[in-house]
């Protein structure tokens, strides 16, 4: 069954979008990421233009983490103080990334950036995440009590000031690197098309010591808002939004959020860690490999104007 998307200029398998949508939101809900580092990929290995794909793919998330956000807050496992301060630094973060993102484009080097941008950014923390994952689980099995994760534990952003106390995370810690990780995130999710999740989750984790039932949660509520006004800066400036495509994408989205949280639930921390890990990687992989590869049309043709 096809459909015909009217910014990508394109017919598409309808069922196909459906299922890459519902694929995304069960690891949403599972891991706590919006899924925009794989449905982004996706989407290019599916010849949807790059531009389209990282818009849109950024509207996508939006659902699934809303649905996912959602199964977060009835178990009382989301620090809204936490993420609104994320989102802060976000906003600021999403509205720079949009420019440079309408810059690239502009120079005709968009699509070659976003490909090294995720080969780099995925293998680098697809890589630290899968060491110390592994780790843990050997740690685990050998009856050892694993220690990742302790709050209040100290470390140099501690000494930071201008702390604020975070109840729901028990943390005490300066505001400076939250909202530092916000402006991050945010710059990549309108460069790339991500949640941030997939550095999102690391992050909060390992630098700020969060417990890794709040980060989830914590996660999926930052992604929501920044990637909401990431895709209202792309869609305005950059008129690269498919309405159609972002709407079958979340229908399958917001489904699949909803069993990937249970799934999530009977997996240990460090087997999630390990899980997602290797997922991030194996994208790393095929992008990577996408590079170096020989194309099978060397040439195309596109208006000058844009997509």
Known sequence: MSIY????????????????GAAVGFLSGMFGVGGGFLITPLLIFYNIPPAIAVATGANQVIGSSISGAIAHFKRGTLDFKLGTVLL???????????????????????DLFISLLYVAFLGIVGGLMLVESVRAIQRSRGGATATLRKPGQHNWIHKLPLKMRFRASKLFVSAIPVVALGAGIGFLAAIMGVGGGFIMVPALIYLLKVPTNVVIGTSLFQIIFVTAFTTVLHATANQTVDVVLAFLLMAGGVAGAQYGARAGQKLRGEQLRALL???VLAVALRLGFDLFVRPSSIYTLTPIGGA
């Open 88 to 110: 802060l630094g976000g906003f600021a973060g999403s509205a720079l990334g949009a420019y440079v993102f309408a810059l690239l484009r502009r120079l005709g080097q968009l």
């Open 5 to 20: 998307l009217p910014i990508a200029e394109m017919s598409v398998n309808l069922l196909v979008l459906l299922g890459m």
């Open 277 to 279: 890990a290797l997922l």
